[in-house]
Nanobody, 123 residues
């Protein structure tokens, strides 16, 4: 049973950094590609970043490229999202998701989701 738990969200000022973590309860978590998505109030859930099962392939949304970094530690069954130079438009609930197979950008490809963690960036 895959259970994902996000942590690390909070209230920060523009220009600050945060690191989100996503712990996967599944022992075979290294079999899963992992993704981060976000949803702002009144908006659809959007892709942020994704990483392949071994960390060798990563994709980013253009809006976060060069500011955010996705990584994983399979020994700890954890995926991270390092967010630097945060902007007010990054304010959203951030969700971690898992899927078997290749890393993808479309949220409909992901079978498992965490409960989300709030990130609020003040100007």
């Amino acid at each position: 049973q895959v259970r994902l738990v996000e942590s690390g969200g909070g209230l920060v000022q523009a220009g600050d950094s945060l690191r989100l973590s996503c712990a996967n309860s599944e022992r075979a978590s290294s079999s899963y590609a992992m993704g981060w998505f976000r949803q702002a109030p009144g908006k659809e859930r959007e892709f942020v970043a994704t990483i392949s099962w071994n960390g060798g392939i990563t994709y980013y949304a253009e809006s976060v490229k060069d500011r955010f970094t996705i990584s994983r530690d399979n020994a700890k069954n954890t995926v991270y999202l390092q967010m630097n130079s945060l902007k007010p438009e990054d304010t959203a609930v951030y969700y971690c998701a898992a899927k078997l197979g290749y890393a993808r950008r479309d949220p409909v490809d992901y079978a498992y989701w965490g409960q989300g963690t709030q990130v609020t960036v003040s100007s």
